[in-house]
């Protein structure tokens, strides 16, 4: 009897989770990472990549780029069009950022960086791959439900439901994102962490390498740095195996978000990783109630009060429609209630739930391909590198090479 009722308790908890990812949401949370994501890689794009010369010194006057098995065909532009995919990357995630022309943006956005991903496999990175889903994700996504910049001639066909605010006449329409929409980024994050965690169960990494030899090269005080380096590796392996959990977990998240902060930032001082910390920060936003943001967020005008101007008074005006409260409010939706034994999903809800399926099944079993290629030793990978890139390992190696050439002219 237990067993059987364990499994209707587990089937029924299935159904209404599945029935959830269809119900309406606030996107207040997933609009406001898509601004910081938009921002980050315009910095990125234009002062990193261009500014600075990145762009220049490793992919214009690279003697040779080694391009990933099956893409051989995707190449840098010639002159005068080398910098067409860091102009077309970073400008598409500015027009993100702002919501113009979002959808357009996002598709470019997504070519662009894909195709500058792929221009050379031996400067992988796992953020790289990371950005380069998230442009996919903008793509199919509503993100541009709140904060976006409309164009009089173009109307929006966003969702909408109707609020009842405290059972009075007048009603507000707002705009929704299915709940899909927001879980997937969370669950996309929790990934990076714990998979990042997973592959830091090695025993190099336990005794604290590569950080001891990588990063702690001084030699005043050994037995310190030592201790130091394997306070690290401890750290991070905990960090990354729990975050996520506290993370999803409505009170942990205030655990999580100051070890969150101090973790990333003191990879951007150590290492040399771009704006993937900044980025992994933002990513905190998507798990904090949306209620509580929108009530802190329409207190902010009162202190511009002060100053009294007919666009500034307009302005703080569509600022308190945008975040204001929707707690105890009646939600009035067209969609059909479920039980715990019936779903009826649409044949649009049924592509998106296999979609959904297949991508984060896929997820969760490529990084241990590894496996297959040397079943003898699972830590085979840390040396061979076989089943390496895709799988979240990330810091666990470090490679000094030289190599000695004779040229002959025949």
């Not at 996504?141 to 001639?153: E, S």
Request: aromatic content about 22%.
């Amino acid at each position: 009897r237990y067993y059987f009722t364990s499994r209707m308790s587990l089937s029924s908890s299935i159904k209404r989770f599945i029935a959830k990812l269809f119900k309406p949401h606030d996107p207040l949370t997933l609009v406001i990472f898509r601004v910081c994501f938009g921002l980050l890689m315009f910095y990125d794009a234009i002062y990193k990549k261009i500014l600075m010369g990145q762009a220049q010194i490793f992919y214009i006057e690279a003697p040779y780029l080694f391009p990933f098995p099956g893409f051989e065909w995707v190449h840098l532009p010639s002159y005068p069009w080398n910098y067409a995919i860091f102009y077309a990357y970073g400008f598409s995630a500015l027009f993100i950022a702002f919501g113009f022309f979002y959808r357009v943006s996002s598709f470019v956005f997504f070519i662009s960086y894909t195709w500058y991903f792929l221009l050379d496999s031996a400067r992988y990175n796992n953020h790289y791959y990371l950005i380069s889903m998230l442009g996919f994700y903008w793509c199919v996504v509503d993100g541009d439900a709140l904060m976006r910049i409309d164009l009089p001639c173009f109307k929006s066909s966003r969702s909408t439901i109707q609020l009842d605010y405290e059972n009075q006449k007048r009603e507000r329409s707002f705009p929704v994102v299915p709940y899909w929409q927001l879980f997937s980024l969370q669950l996309m994050i929790f990934i990076v962490y714990f998979y990042g965690g997973i592959a830091k169960l090695n025993k190099d990494w336990l005794r604290g390498e590569p950080i001891m030899e990588g990063c702690l090269d001084c030699d005043v005080f050994p037995y310190l740095r030592e201790l130091f380096a394997l306070f690290l590796c401890g750290g991070g392996l905990v960090f990354d195996l729990i975050v996520g959990f506290f993370l999803f977990h409505p009170r942990g998240v205030w655990i999580a978000m100051p070890l969150v902060i101090t973790f990333h930032f003191s990879n951007f001082l150590m290492f040399t990783i771009g704006v993937f910390p900044w980025m992994m920060i933002a990513s905190t936003i998507l798990f904090i109630d949306s209620e509580l943001i929108r009530s802190e967020m329409v207190q902010f005008p009162q202190f511009f009060s002060r100053f009294k101007s007919k666009r500034l008074d307009h302005f703080w005006s569509k600022w308190h429609n945008t975040f204001r409260s929707r707690k105890n409010k009646s939600y009035h939706t067209s969609n059909s209630k479920t039980n715990d034994l019936k779903i009826h999903l649409t044949l649009n809800e049924k592509i998106i739930l296999s979609c959904l399926v297949i991508f984060f099944v896929w997820q969760m079993l490529f990084p241990f391909r590894h496996i297959l290629y040397h079943p003898e030793d699972f830590h085979a990978v840390h040396w061979t590198e076989e089943g390496h890139r895709f799988s979240w390992h990330m810091k666990l190696r470090k490679k000094v090479g030289s190599g000695y050439y004779d040229i002959i002219d025949s």
